[in-house]
């Protein structure tokens, strides 16, 4: 499952990614952006068993995905982006993105990323409706989703507790249709 616009690519992750993918999950700045400012505390092993966890190959795609991606044609890692919960009955798919590597970002590669990552879930997973949620104080991220059409559904308050820090955040829900 790839698919590239003119300087991006969006693949599956695959056990040679793990070790980045470790860099990027138990990276403080990163992580902080979703709720985790000590970032995941993971090893190798861990990342390794979640990629195991979500690959295709089976009669149909797994429930929950993860991707890489790739910018230009040296196909350098900058972010990744997950499906989880697909639920075939109710044609449904929740979403997120990182773009990880800092000097890539507002660079309009997480626009294009997340809009061919639509593209292909519709594609491969037929889906019709697509939610994410996100911290209410991520500005640049649901101002992104924001962008690309999610409407936002509603603000859960003090819905989040981030455990490293006490407090409890508002997380806004968003929704996307897909089909229409
Ligand atoms: C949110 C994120 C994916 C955006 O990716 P990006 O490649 O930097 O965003 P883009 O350059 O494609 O910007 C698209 C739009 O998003 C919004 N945006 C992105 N960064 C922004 C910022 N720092 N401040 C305000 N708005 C921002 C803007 O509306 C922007 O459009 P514009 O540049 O025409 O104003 C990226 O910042 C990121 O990965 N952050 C850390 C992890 C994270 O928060 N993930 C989302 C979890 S819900």
Redesign the pocket.
């Known amino acids: 499952m790839t698919k590239s616009n003119s300087s991006l690519t969006i693949r599956e992750v695959c056990l040679e990614d793990a070790a980045l993918l470790m860099q990027w999950w138990n990276d403080p700045?990163?992580?902080g952006?979703?709720g985790l400012p000590a970032g995941l505390g993971l090893s190798l092993a861990d990342v390794q068993k979640s990629i195991r966890k979500g690959k295709s190959g089976e009669s149909q795609p797994p429930s929950s995905m993860l991707f890489m991606v790739l910018l230009g044609t040296e196909k350098r890692p900058i972010?990744e982006l997950n499906y989880s919960g697909w639920d075939p009955v109710r044609s449904t798919v929740a979403v997120?993105?990182?773009?990880?590597e800092i000097g890539?970002?507002?660079?309009?590669?997480?626009?294009?990323?997340?809009g061919e990552f639509l593209k292909l879930l519709q594609s491969r997973l037929g889906v019709s409706t697509v939610t994410?949620?996100?911290?209410a104080r991520?500005?640049?991220?649901?101002?992104?989703?924001?962008?690309l059409g999610f409407r936002l559904v509603r603000r859960r308050r003090d819905a989040y507790h981030c455990a490293e820090t006490d407090e409890l955040l508002d997380v806004l829900d968003y929704c996307l249709d897909v089909d229409g």
Not at 96 to 100: E, N, T
Not at 104 to 114: D, E, F, I, T, V
Not at 132 to 135: E, P
């Open positions: 700045e990163i992580m952006h979703v972010g997120g993105i990182k773009i990880c890539s970002r507002r660079c309009g590669h997480g626009r294009a990323a997340l994410l949620d996100v911290l991520n500005i640049p991220a649901w101002r992104l989703y924001e962008e």
